[in-house]
């Protein structure tokens, strides 16, 4: 089992920063696959970013890339989502989740997930 909580949400003014953090307790993140997803009011969950544990290789959504950063602490057994230039539409809870399947971008193949941060960017 692995317990996952993110931290580090918050109210933004457009063009600002924030940098979140997912925790991971119980079972490490070795050899998993670590995402960021968000769900904004009314829409389905959508995939933001990710990170392979073994060789950190990384994947952006398209509506993200070029302003967030992916990237993991070992030692603190911690995945960072640094969002930079933030939105309106970057509104959103964001969730933390892992798998072991390899699969990095579908929802529905991750097993475990955090109880998600509210992430607000207002213009």
């Known amino acids: 089992q692995v317990q996952l909580v993110e931290s580090g949400g918050g109210l933004v003014q457009a063009g600002g920063s924030l940098k979140l953090s997912c925790a991971a307790s119980?079972?490490?993140?070795?050899?998993?696959?670590v995402g960021w997803f968000r769900q904004a009011p009314g829409k389905e969950r959508e995939f933001v970013a990710s990170?392979?544990?073994?060789?950190?290789?990384?994947g952006y959504a398209d509506s993200v890339k070029g302003r967030f950063t992916i990237s993991r602490d070992n030692a603190k057994n911690t995945v960072y989502l640094q969002m930079n230039s933030l939105k309106p539409e970057d509104t959103a809870v964001y969730y933390c989740?892992?798998?072991?399947?390899?699969?990095?971008?579908?929802?529905?193949?991750?097993?475990?997930w955090g109880q998600g941060t509210q992430v607000t960017v207002s213009s």
């Open positions: 989740a892992c798998n072991t399947d390899g699969v990095s971008r579908v929802a529905s193949a991750f097993d475990y």
């Open positions: 119980g079972r490490t993140f070795s050899w998993y696959v």
């Open positions: 990170i392979w544990w073994g060789d950190r290789n990384t």
